[in-house]
């Protein structure tokens, strides 16, 4: 007997059920949910670390049918219980690093402050800590033969969960969504910065064979440094994006380009920042620019219908500030993280 023979998928979500309103349990489920409630390091508005609650929240709001998964969540998808101990370390660890920032923001130098030292050494210690337990608790459930899946968070979370995959998956690619390059040496000082995490993918993850960026919109020299002499990093700008549609050229084009850059097994970082800000006005650093839903959703759709494997994904950076009740941020990221279950869990 399975666990939706009785359930209706054309009822309310129940809040007593799980995301998206399914009846089901981490035993049951093939595709587990991490939430990762962290954000020690953002550098302006903070609100990701309750990103991965609001989207649950949010969740109940979805109708299941999916033209592009049609059923695929009777395969069961199921969101850990988001893990207080680490929820509290990251508001702990984040009035740490608002010091640090306020003070490099008025031109003080840390390495004369010893309390500010200190609270630097915790900072970066925290995001040692955090990588390692997402990495095992990744390792985890994919050996109990688990799919898994992160929910952000600021965009520092997914290190360690991409070095768990690394265990299983040799030669693989990332397909970046992104307002941001994200290739800063330890912004502000932070080893494990939301503003670095694709130059620690780069740095601590040798299986990583390619790295392709799209959207990216706000960078410094530092990162076009990188982005120019890297030869595993393509980067599609919006600005050149944009530009070639406005000349005339579709936006099949220039998928096709960014799927034939990828290699064969593909893992998705979907920082929701590269969408235009109107659909995510709360976002700790919103851009001008970027896409729709619907363009990002076209993507996921050819690159499965490319054959290549999707081997995982994150989602990142949802949040709604203070207006949890009065923005469209968490259905956006609810809808979103659906959408990406369904690709992910369509391939087997």
């Not at 939301?194 to 130059?199: F, G, L, V």
């Not at 993850?205 to 410094?220: F, H, N, T």
Request: proline fraction near 5%.
């Amino acid at each position: 007997m399975s666990v939706f023979d009785n359930f209706d998928p054309n009822s309310v979500g129940l809040k007593d059920n799980n995301i998206f309103g399914l009846p089901t349990t981490e035993d049951n489920s093939s595709l587990i949910i991490i939430p990762a409630p962290w954000e020690v390091t953002v550098s302006y508005r903070a609100g990701t670390s309750r990103g991965p609650e609001q989207i649950m929240e949010a969740s109940l709001q979805i109708d299941l049918y999916d033209p592009d998964g049609v059923d695929t969540w009777k395969k069961g998808y199921y969101m850990l219980p988001i893990d207080k101990n680490i929820k509290k370390k990251s508001d702990y660890l984040r009035s740490c690093s608002e010091l640090i920032i306020g003070a490099l923001s008025e031109g003080a130098p840390i390495d004369c402050n010893n309390q500010l030292c200190q609270k630097l050494t915790e900072v970066n210690e925290g995001g040692l800590m955090f990588k390692q337990w997402i990495k095992d608790l990744t390792v985890s459930y994919m050996q109990k033969g688990k799919k898994v899946v992160m929910l952000g968070g600021d965009h520092s979370t997914p290190l360690g969960y991409i070095q768990g995959l690394a265990t299983e998956h040799k030669d693989f690619g990332i397909l970046q969504i992104d307002a941001h390059a994200d290739l800063r040496i330890a912004y502000e000082g932070f080893t494990y910065s939301h503003a670095s995490i694709m130059y620690n993918v780069l740095q601590e993850v040798p299986e990583i064979s390619k790295l392709v960026q799209v959207g990216i919109r706000d960078y410094c020299d530092e990162e076009l440094e990188i982005i120019n002499n890297n030869p595993k990093v393509t980067t599609f700008f919006d600005k050149d994006i944009k530009e070639r549609m406005y000349e005339g050229a579709t936006w099949k084009v220039i998928v096709d380009d960014i799927i034939a850059s990828l290699p064969e097994k593909v893992y998705i970082s979907f920082d929701i920042d590269g969408l235009d800000p109107k659909l995510c006005p709360n976002t700790g650093t919103p851009v001008p620019g970027g896409f729709e839903v619907e363009q990002i959703f076209y993507l996921f759709k050819k690159l499965k219908e490319s054959k290549k494997e999707i081997i995982g994904f994150d989602l990142n950076e949802v949040s709604s500030g203070e207006h949890s009740h009065d923005c469209i941020d968490p259905l956006v990221g609810a809808r979103v993280l659906y959408k990406m279950c369904n690709i992910l869990m369509s391939q087997s």
